[in-house]
């Protein structure tokens, strides 16, 4: 075991579960790494995950420690382990198996397995300083668990970071990329495979809809619509790429769906991209694009929301409904473009970005 500490999760976020305690790690299978974290991104997963009663799912059970958009340093590997050595700096992204057709096809984000091998039953990794004994918590969310300075990784979950990073500042800086950053950037490259042509709107400006504002600007798309009810978003978005905002708590007797068509120039969007799983944003979003138009699910719906629509409308005007995860992306590939862009200015993810300790998690996630 190596001694480490943790955001251990015994209950719901809302009941007050998730504690920084001492724990033990216990060493490295022959597909994994032990890595000593340097900072860890905090999504909207994390808390979604976190705040499921216990048994209300599969996915829900606790103890078990979070987070997923780690970077850090390798201590120790597998003897299967080819992808990174002890020392090596590594930035971190989700799990997959590699050999199911899905991920044979390049499409590793949408692997059969993914539920299983980045949400699945209690993969133990830690145990509770508390209590001495053999690993009793769970680990190895999204592959990683990186709400720990030191945790157990799946190779799979690894990109090796030695040739892209200069220092420890930047390893930190470039955390989020292997989740929120790749979700919204390869959202509009990958998933909706944005030209130039396109009119894009991007519904929700968190990090992973900027990410995708950002993303349309690097596919040099004509117009890039923001949408969101925060100011600060707003300008942001405008600060890195769009064209145009919509603040939704603005629209005085216009409907949603009148609004997105006539910023966008009356036709409406050509893809609409929604990151916030609302459900009347998803309804105006497939209502509001253009004929042959795609709309683009990024954002977590309620579990229990289902989509109606006509079928012989839909038909006629030939729009598609695509879903995304992880922007379609394979870390390995796109994690160092990412760090290339941003080299080149085309990319700025440090505007993004807002360091905090550890031991405010509870403030991070508030925020």
């Given at each position: ?203 929700g400006l968190g990090g992973v809809g900027l990410s995708a504002v950002m993303g349309a600007r690097i596919a040099g798309c004509r117009r890039v619509v923001g949408l969101d009810r925060i100011e600060s978003r707003l300008k942001l978005a405008k600060d890195l790429g769009c064209t145009d905002v ?122």
């Open positions: 075991m190596e001694a480490g500490k943790a955001i251990v999760c015994h209950d719901t976020l809302t009941n007050n579960g998730w504690r920084m305690e001492e724990v033990g790690v216990r060493q490295p299978g022959d597909d994994e790494l032990l890595v000593e974290m340097v900072a860890t991104g905090v999504c909207h997963t994390d808390t979604l995950i976190g705040s499921l009663p216990g048994g209300a799912a599969p996915i829900a059970f606790y103890p078990r420690v979070l987070g997923h958009e780690g970077s850090g340093y390798v201590k120790k590997v597998g003897k299967g382990v080819t992808v990174a050595q002890p020392g090596d700096p590594v930035l971190l992204s989700f799990a997959f198996c590699r050999d199911c057709e899905v991920c044979k096809a390049g499409h590793h984000s949408h692997c059969d397995s993914f539920n299983e091998l980045n949400f699945g039953g209690p993969h133990r990794v830690f145990a509770l300083a508390s209590k001495s004994g053999e690993p009793e918590v769970g680990g190895a969310f999204f592959g990683q668990s990186s709400f720990a300075n030191l945790s157990i990784v799946r190779q799979c979950s690894v990109v090796n970071a030695k040739d892209l990073v200069f220092n420890r500042t930047e390893l930190q800086l470039f955390a989020p990329l292997g989740c929120g950053i790749q979700t919204g950037a390869g959202t509009v490259l990958n998933a909706a495979q944005a030209k130039a042509n396109d009119v894009v709107l991007v519904m919509i603040d939704g708590s603005k629209l005085g007797d216009k409907s949603l769906v009148e609004t997105i068509k006539e910023v966008a120039g009356g036709g409406g969007p050509t893809i609409a991209i929604d990151t916030t799983g609302a459900p009347p944003l998803i309804k105006a979003g497939l209502e509001g694009i253009r004929n042959r138009g795609k709309f683009v699910q990024v954002g977590s719906a309620p579990f229990d929301f289902n989509l109606d629509f006509n079928m012989f409308q839909f038909m006629v005007a030939g729009k598609q409904v695509i879903g995304a995860v992880e922007g379609q992306a394979y870390p390995p590939e796109f994690v160092p473009q990412m760090v290339q862009w941003y080299r080149e200015g085309r990319f700025p993810i440090d505007k993004l970005m807002r360091l905090m300790p550890a031991q405010e998690f509870e403030r991070a996630l508030e925020e």
